[in-house]
């Protein structure tokens, strides 16, 4: 697992949760080799900057997902477990839900104060109507394409839970299916390095 950047973690408070696990619906690229965050505006929905791989945060710099991120703390949930409907140009994986990684949650903080000094003039600061804005903070893992793990419909219900395999997904994983989700995903090559450089030279093309 890898953190690049170290940010300032005074502020963050220790958390104590269960082992259960969120899924977090993102946007992500069509064109890169792994599948690293929309943060080029590709599919049209806005500039993504969540996950951050490189400070290893989910929802420090940005808001899209602060309502999943909250729901995810209220039911204490020790991991975020990140989903994409894949869009791309590979056959292969065209149109699957895939989760391609997660974060184990080891701290977090209330960051309202710092999205109303920032964001507050934004035309839909969506925010606005929280008490809470939480962000978190632990060690990632992500994987490739070949490796994501695809979730089915027939998965979700063989798991019972209800819904389907779509983007407005937001399912809570008990404790022994989170389980079966971080053992797969520790069993197999971390590519969260490929995925940092892959957003380092995606800053490097807009300057």
């Known amino acids: 697992m890898t953190i690049r950047t170290q940010i300032n973690l005074e502020g963050w408070q220790d958390y104590r949760s269960n ?17 690293v965050r929309d943060q080029l505006n ?3 929905n806005g ?4 996950p951050n791989y490189e400070t290893g945060t989910v929802g420090l710099f940005a808001y899209k997902n602060t309502k999943e991120i909250n729901k995810a703390i209220a039911a204490k949930s020790r991991y975020l ?10 056959a292969d994986f065209k149109n699957k839900y895939l989760i391609y990684g997660y974060q184990r949650i080891d701290k977090i903080k209330d960051v309202r104060g710092l999205f109303l000094n920032k964001f507050l003039n934004d035309p839909e600061p969506t925010f606005i109507t929280l008490d809470k804005c939480l962000a978190t903070w632990g060690l990632m893992r992500f994987v490739s394409f070949e490796d994501a793990y695809h979730l089915t419909d027939d998965q979700l219900r063989e798991w019972g839970y209800p819904g389907r395999a779509a983007r407005p997904l937001r399912t ?9 989700l971080v053992n797969y995903f520790d069993s197999k090559p971390d590519q969260t390095d490929e995925y940092i450089n892959t957003i380092l030279e995606y800053g490097e093309d807009e300057e």
Do not use: C, W
């Open 81 to 90: 477990f990140f989903g994409t409907r894949y869009e791309g140009a590979n």
């Open 47 to 50: 500039v993504f900057l969540d």
């Open 172 to 180: 809570i994983f008990k404790e022994e299916h989170a389980k079966i």
């Open 19 to 35: 082992q259960n696990g969120a899924i977090l619906f993102t946007e992500t690229s069509h064109h890169s080799l792994v599948p």
């Open 42 to 44: 590709e599919n049209g």
